[in-house]
């Protein structure tokens, strides 16, 4: 018998949703459903800057377009910002974040003059400028009321355990294909930022937060965010949580090959609704087997 699991799907509201959205939103719809578990909705919706009620409205109404319910009440991460910080806080509290001055440009000349900077999966890593920085300067620079994001230290998480960090269970395609077990590489995207003036917390610690509060066991999304586990398995690890599992899924790309994006129209669910494609016809198209 099936271990009921409890999945979510977690989109941002800065547009309406694509096909791709749709494939995960079914994926783990349909998990749920058949291990007799749960399937939560959750609105990512931190960036003030991006996000609008307006396209929460439609993300909602072109999920039960889909055919899609869930269990309990809409979460909102707009409502929760206050949790987030109290847990900014408590690391800052233990020395494991810093903060971070650099503007774009000053991170950018800096890298611009390492004859070899440190590399993630998509480019240059951030130098650790003011890891470097002395707390004298630090305190100078934050009673002038400096702009600053904060900053996971990496290393200083990495010595504050007890034990090696654990691995997290890929269950799905995951990146070049790897599953099962997957050697945690927390180093892999750097001192990520948790937080900062415009959007008071990162995508990685509310998600890593939500997930826990809401008991998810089974985090279903793209495998464009396989890289971003390792992190924030660091993130669980200090936190004290339990790592869900995971299943990254295959990308739904367009003629051309190009994965998917809120700006390609032809393929958002307003318009092929809009064209009269009935939801039938989106769910027969997506193929959750492949």
Same mark, same amino acid.
């Given at each position: 018998? $099936?271990?009921?699991?409890?999945?979510?799907?977690? %989109?941002?509201? =800065?547009?309406?949703?694509?096909?791709?959205?749709?494939? #995960? $939103?079914?994926?783990?719809?349909?998990? $749920?459903?058949?291990?007799?578990?749960?399937?939560?909705?959750?609105?990512?919706? /931190?960036? =003030?800057?991006?996000?609008?009620?307006?396209? =929460?409205?439609?993300?909602?109404?072109?999920?039960?377009?889909?055919?899609?319910?869930?269990?309990?009440?809409?979460?909102?991460?707009?409502?929760?910002?206050?949790?987030?910080?109290? @847990?900014?806080?408590?690391?800052?509290?233990?020395? !494991?974040?810093?903060?971070?001055?650099?503007?774009?440009?000053?991170?950018?000349?800096?890298?611009?003059?390492?004859?070899?900077?440190?590399?993630? &999966? @998509?480019? &240059?890593?951030? &130098?650790?400028?003011?890891?470097?920085?002395?707390? #004298?300067?630090?305190?100078?620079?934050?009673?002038?009321?400096? %702009?600053?994001?904060?900053?996971?230290? /990496?290393?200083?998480?990495?010595?504050?355990?007890?034990? %090696?960090?654990?691995?997290?269970?890929?269950?799905?395609?995951?990146?070049?294909?790897?599953?099962? !077990?997957?050697?945690?590489? &927390?180093?892999?995207?750097?001192?990520?930022?948790?937080?900062?003036?415009?959007?008071?917390?990162?995508?990685?610690?509310?998600?890593?937060?939500?997930?826990?509060?809401?008991?998810?066991?089974?985090?279903?999304?793209?495998?464009?965010?396989?890289?971003?586990?390792?992190?924030?398995?660091?993130?669980?690890?200090?936190?004290?949580?339990?790592?869900?599992?995971?299943?990254?899924?295959?990308?739904?790309?367009?003629?051309?090959?190009?994965?998917?994006?809120?700006?390609?129209?032809?393929?958002?669910? $307003?318009?092929?609704?809009?064209?009269?494609?009935? %939801?039938?016809?989106?769910?027969?198209?997506?193929?959750?087997?492949?």
């Amino acid at each position: 018998m $099936a271990i009921p699991e409890i999945t979510r799907f977690a %989109p941002s509201p =800065t547009g309406g949703l694509h096909l791709g959205h749709a494939y #995960s $939103a079914r994926l783990a719809h349909a998990v $749920a459903r058949d291990t007799g578990g749960s399937f939560l909705l959750r609105i990512e919706d /931190i960036d =003030t800057v991006r996000c609008r009620p307006e396209y =929460t409205a439609q993300i909602i109404d072109e999920l039960k377009w889909l055919g899609l319910d869930w269990d309990g009440p809409v979460r909102h991460q707009s409502e929760r910002i206050a949790d987030y910080r109290r @847990e900014i806080a408590g690391l800052t509290a233990r020395g !494991l974040t810093y903060p971070c001055f650099c503007t774009r440009r000053d991170i950018a000349d800096e890298i611009s003059r390492m004859q070899s900077a440190p590399q993630g &999966p @998509e480019g &240059p890593l951030y &130098p650790g400028i003011c890891r470097k920085l002395d707390e #004298s300067e630090r305190a100078m620079r934050l009673a002038a009321g400096e %702009p600053h994001a904060i900053r996971l230290n /990496i290393a200083a998480c990495i010595e504050t355990l007890a034990a %090696p960090l654990d691995g997290f269970v890929e269950t799905g395609r995951g990146a070049a294909g790897q599953t099962g !077990l997957i050697a945690p590489q &927390p180093g892999i995207l750097g001192d990520i930022v948790l937080g900062r003036r415009d959007v008071g917390v990162s995508y990685h610690l509310a998600v890593v937060i939500d997930d826990h509060d809401q008991g998810v066991t089974l985090v279903t999304r793209g495998d464009d965010l396989f890289m971003a586990t390792h992190v924030q398995r660091l993130l669980q690890a200090v936190l004290g949580f339990a790592a869900p599992r995971y299943r990254h899924h295959r990308l739904i790309r367009d003629a051309s090959g190009r994965r998917l994006a809120k700006r390609d129209q032809a393929q958002t669910l $307003a318009a092929l609704r809009a064209s009269g494609v009935s %939801p039938a016809a989106v769910r027969a198209s997506l193929r959750l087997n492949q």
